[in-house]
């Protein structure tokens, strides 16, 4: 980037120069019009660039290319300055560097020199913003070699600056700024749209004009100060944009014999908090050296520097997002990151892509889940179910279609990951067609049952481990237990989404602590649980104090499918409420690992919804309790039961130390094995013989 330096003179004016913005789409609409159009033909073409000068300080000048650079008619984006190019394609790599860089920017130094003499500059002034880009494209790699040029002719005795720039803020009043901003856009308005590249300027306290460079004989009068503005892309508080350059040479060919001395405005217009502001442009006076109209074409610059800040060209390796495949990812991630730009600037996307999800359960839940997830950029989600596609599947759950249920019907699990496959090719999912052992389920029916049980269990434990999401999607009590369990010793975070007619529950488990943690915090915590059971609002409840999915119960699960009619044996609900619960379920995971406590952050519970939420995303509540009928939310939070039947220390005690015993015990026992270990069952005859003791003589029959 070029400074000002000091001579004998003053302060010498030196200026930012442009630096090359090319978009992907560019470098696609390229191979597209090489392999279609272009051929061998290495004639130049013509293409438009754009600049911009609403960016933050400190930020590059940039000159851009988009997919739409191809197309000169086409319209320049919104406050964006145009900018005439000529692409020089070259056929080989050898060509590419063998090609006469100085030729080329002498060549295109004396177009722009001959549109200044001729008056052709004062009429189109874009002519002025003339590039060079020469490239090679070796489609074989999807590697795009390239070389911007940027033609700005010199001054031979160079520019003094009369004073220190100031900013516009510092020289006009507020309504003079408000007149100018009016000024301008009544200008651009006036010559076509697009804002304006170079105008003419004279104000006074009293009033401000503007009018294009083909007026200036008209607009000025011999004694008046003459002012010239300029769109700046400069972001640097004391140094103006490359366009000056040739503007200065255009001044001082056409009126430099009138002209010692000239103001100069930058004109910078950007954005702040939703409010226009142009305060930040700049204003300085400089002497103009004179141009003889019989000279030759002055000397020129340009050519851009490398990354590394030598005069070379740069490369763009687009092997991987050329791929149709790649590009896909790109499209999928690009809601998220333009999320991320102005919405939620603190969003950690690479928590989310990275994220391993384990669905148990591949019905209308796992379907709504999966596609959420997707929505959000996770790339690993794997399906277990032990189901197969029935005809009443595909109208409520979105992986599947008709064919899917011929011939018995596919497996659910296979035809969810599949699905995903076809839907986008960059997810990486896996589907397993077993069964989760179940309590009240026994596996004891012979050898083969009980061998068969114990390895869903380890294959359940591995995948389990494998993950760092588990969600519990399934249709019965009973068959989250297991999962459960394991999820709670390998310290995973589980996301349980359940539903009733019109009513559904959305919860995260509570994240054990480390054991070295866990035994500190143990006996406050039983304490705790044990004096406010039975409550179901709390405030500051650290994650791993919240309860699970069965801490709420007093009975252990069984099986809840014996004796049941059809309707009670599926889950019958409002067709809409599963995609609700869904995504809900997947938010809440999302928000859970944006916090930075994670599964540990506390819970937000439905007071805290006037407050500051915790995160960007809002609040990271345990549990969300959906009542479609009164289309109504309430965000109960609920404590860790130190004699749940799933998550309690006993139980996760008696699993890790015994194993797949300890669970074929609670398969094929009944439901008071869990009760009597976890303490369940003294609990009730304790609470039964208070009730008897508060019983009066009269009161017993």
Same mark, same amino acid.
Not at 127 to 154: G, I
Not at 327 to 353: C, F, G, H, Q, Y
């Given at each position: ?15 930012? @120069?442009?630096?090359? /913005? ?52 086409? @319209? ?157 892309? #400069? ?25 010692? #001395? ?19 442009? !700049? ?45 896909? $990812? ?63 599947? @595909? ?7 008709? $064919? ?8 659910? /699990? ?12 960059? %997810? ?149 409420? /599963? ?6 379920? %997947? ?24 407050? $500051? ?7 990271? @509540? ?30 996760? $005690? ?28 003294? !609990? ?18």
């Amino acid at each position: 980037m070029a400074l000002d330096s000091k001579t004998e003179g003053g302060l010498k004016l030196q200026f930012v @120069p442009f630096t090359s /913005a090319v978009d992907a789409g560019f470098w696609h609409e390229l191979t597209q019009k090489k392999l279609n159009i272009y051929q061998l033909d290495e004639t130049p073409k013509d293409i438009k660039g754009f600049y911009y000068n609403g960016d933050p300080v400190g930020l590059p000048a940039r000159l851009t290319l988009q997919f739409s650079a191809f197309d000169v008619n086409a @319209p320049t984006p919104a406050r964006c300055c145009p900018a005439v190019g000529s692409l020089y394609n070259t056929n080989t790599l050898e060509l590419f560097k063998s090609c006469d860089k100085k030729a080329l920017l002498e060549k295109a130094a004396e177009e722009i020199w001959d549109s200044i003499r001729s008056g052709a500059a004062l009429d189109d002034v874009v002519l002025l913003n003339k590039f060079l880009l020469l490239t090679f494209s070796d489609l074989k790699k999807y590697r795009f070699y390239y070389w911007f040029c940027f033609p700005a002719l010199c001054l031979a005795e160079g520019i003094q600056l009369k004073e220190q720039p100031l900013s516009l803020g510092e020289r006009f009043s507020d309504s003079q700024i408000k007149d100018f901003q009016r000024l301008y856009d009544d200008l651009c308005l006036r010559e076509g749209s697009s804002p304006q590249p170079y105008f003419l300027i004279r104000y006074n306290e009293n009033s401000i004009s503007m009018a294009p460079l083909k007026t200036f004989h008209e607009f000025y009068n011999d004694s008046e100060k003459v002012t010239l503005g300029f769109y700046d892309p #400069s972001t640097l508080s004391q140094y103006p944009g490359w366009p000056l350059r040739n503007l200065l040479v255009l001044a001082s060919y056409h009126w430099g014999s009138r002209l010692q #001395s000239v103001e100069i405005i930058c004109f910078r217009d950007r954005t702040l908090q939703g409010e226009r502001d142009i305060k930040h442009s !700049l204003i300085f006076e400089i002497q103009l050296p004179q141009v003889t109209p019989n000279q030759g074409c002055p000397k020129a610059a340009g050519w851009e520097k490398n990354q590394k800040g030598g005069m070379g060209p740069r490369m763009v390796n687009l092997s991987e997002c050329m791929d149709p495949k790649r590009l896909a $990812e790109s499209s999928v991630d690009l809601n998220l990151k333009l999320m991320r730009w102005r919405l939620v600037p603190t969003l950690d996307l690479d928590k989310v892509i990275s994220a391993k999800c384990l669905l148990l359960g591949a019905g209308t839940l796992g379907c709504n889940v999966a596609r959420t997830l997707m929505g959000w950029g996770v790339r690993n989600i794997t399906f277990v179910d032990n189901a197969k596609i029935s005809y009443s599947n @595909p109208v409520r759950q979105p992986l599947y279609e008709f $064919e899917d249920c011929l011939n018995g019907g596919k497996s659910k /699990a296979f035809a969810a990951a599949e699905k995903l496959q076809k839907i986008f090719p960059g %997810v990486v999912t896996r589907g397993f067609n077993m069964s989760i052992p179940m309590p009240g389920h026994p596996v004891n029916f012979s050898e083969d049952t009980m061998d068969q049980a114990c390895k869903d269990v380890e294959k359940l434990e591995g995948l389990i481990n494998e993950h760092d999401v588990i969600f519990l999607l399934m249709d019965t009590r009973e068959s989250r237990w297991l999962p459960t369990v394991i999820a709670a010793s390998q310290k995973k975070l589980v996301i349980n989404a359940a539903l009733g007619f019109d009513t559904f529950v959305v919860m995260r488990h509570g994240l054990k602590k480390p054991k070295q943690e866990e035994a500190i915090d143990s006996h406050s915590q039983a304490a705790s649980s044990s004096d406010l059971l039975g409550s179901s609002l709390f405030s500051n409840i650290p994650g791993y104090k919240l309860g699970c999915y069965f801490c709420n119960d007093v009975v252990a699960p069984g099986d809840s499918t014996r004796d049941r009619t059809l309707d009670q044996q599926c889950t019958v609900s409002r067709p809409g409420l /599963a995609m609700i619960a869904g995504a809900l379920a %997947v938010e809440l995971m999302i928000s859970v690992i944006q916090h930075p406590e994670g599964g540990y952050a506390i819970a937000s519970s439905s007071e805290d919804r006037m407050n $500051e939420p915790p995160t960007s995303l809002g609040l990271v @509540p345990h549990q969300i309790r959906g009542f479609l009928s009164r289309f109504d939310n309430v965000l109960p939070v609920s404590l860790a039961f130190d004699k749940c039947t799933a998550c309690s220390s006993k139980i996760l $005690e008696q699993y890790e130390k015994d194993g797949f015993l300890f669970l074929a015990q609670v398969f094929n026992s009944s439901h008071s094995f869990l009760e009597d270990l976890t303490g369940l069952t003294l !609990l009730h005859q304790e609470t039964q013989a208070a009730e008897i003791w508060d019983l009066s003589d009269d009161e017993v029959i």
